[in-house]
Structures are given as structure tokens and as C-alpha cells.
């Protein structure tokens, strides 16, 4: 059975909104405010996490953004490697291809769970808000990985959703990114 890994990077708030700022909420940016030796650091070891995968799953505006972006072309190793990786989009249209793309309709927590019945290892989850809150609130998680900035949004789409109970997460590892930044690990 595959695991579930969100991977985020979020504020130490936890928003998860506008990190490069082209969405225009007046509060995001705070990607692009990180020293270059930290993006460095940061690229590194999204490489190092895509490695580990075995399967990308994206919403259809995270798979679009990375499209939009030039990814399925981009040169490099860590491009190689999301160029290769199967991918998985929850959708309710076709969407252009990169790769080997499935779309994933209808009732999302289903197909999920048909999804990770049928992979052995790591499902990374990118970006994806609103995919997240429902992996989220149905318990389909199994380990977050936050990549966390050293900035206060205030204000902004969080990571997590808010919820009716206290859900329960253990820390199983903590890093130093580059100068600045902390990847925190933690299991659902």
C-alpha cells in the first residue's frame, strides 16, 4: 500500500497562499525573499524528496501551475525526475498531458484510496490546497512534510483546514534547510 506524503511549504503561520507572489493577495512573496543559498538548499532536497517517490498527486490547478511553468520541458536532473514520475491529477475535465498523467474523477476520497491500494511507496502531494484539506479531514495522510519559512503572512489559505476534532501528529524528523528555512516531518 503507498503512503501518502504532503509535501508543503508553508509560513510559520501556515500559510500555504501566494508563496511566489503571483497571485497578487498583496502578502505572498515570501518564497522569492529566502537567500539564494537557501533556494539552493530548498532545490536540493525537493530532489533529494522526488527521488523517494514513486507516484506525483496534484489538484488540477498545482498540476497547471507546474505546466505553466515550463516543467515538462525544464532541463535538469530534478525535471528528469517529475518528468518521469506517473502522475495524478484529481480533475473534472481532461487536462494537457505531461508525461504519464491520469486524470482522477468523480469522488476523490475513493479514487485516493483505489490509488493508494494500488502503489507500493511514496505519493507525494505538491501545492494542492483544497486536495490536502479533503486528504486531510478523511484521515488519508499519512506524513507531512512542511517546509517552513521564516515569515509571518498574517493573513492567507492555510494548510490545514479547520476542523471539529484535534488530530493528532507525531514529530519523526526536523532539519535545517540551508540557513533559514526548517523541514519538519511529522506522521499522521
Known amino acids: ?76 536532473e530534478w525535471a528528469d525526475r517529475l518528468r518521469a514520475l506517473p502522475k495524478y491529477v484529481v480533475s473534472s475535465s481532461a487536462v494537457e498531458g505531461w508525461g504519464e498523467t491520469t486524470v482522477l474523477g468523480g469522488d476523490v476520497v475513493t479514487a485516493v484510496k483505489e490509488l493508494k491500494e494500488g502503489v507500493a511507496g511514496e505519493i507525494v502531494v505538491y501545492g494542492s490546497g483544497r486536495l490536502v484539506h479533503t486528504l486531510l479531514e478523511h484521515d488519508l495522510a499519512d506524513e507531512l512534510r512542511l517546509m517552513t519559512y521564516p515569515f509571518v503572512a498574517g493573513a492567507g489559505a492555510r494548510l490545514f483546514p479547520a476542523t471539529d476534532v484535534v488530530k493528532p501528529a507525531r514529530l519523526v524528523a526536523n532539519r535545517t534547510v540551508g540557513a533559514g528555512l526548517a523541514l519538519l516531518t511529522y506522521r499522521c
Open 1 to 76: 500500500m503507498g503512503k501518502i506524503i504532503v509535501s508543503a511549504n508553508v509560513t510559520l503561520d501556515g500559510v500555504v497562499q501566494d508563496p511566489t507572489g503571483d497571485e497578487g493577495t498583496g502578502r505572498g512573496s515570501w518564497f522569492t525573499r529566502i537567500a539564494d543559498t537557501d533556494r539552493e538548499a530548498w532545490a536540493k532536497a525537493e530532489f533529494e524528496e522526488a527521488l523517494g517517490a514513486e507516484v506525483l498527486l496534484m489538484g488540477r490547478r498545482t498540476y497547471g501551475y507546474f505546466r505553466s511553468r515550463g516543467w515538462p520541458s525544464r532541463p535538469g
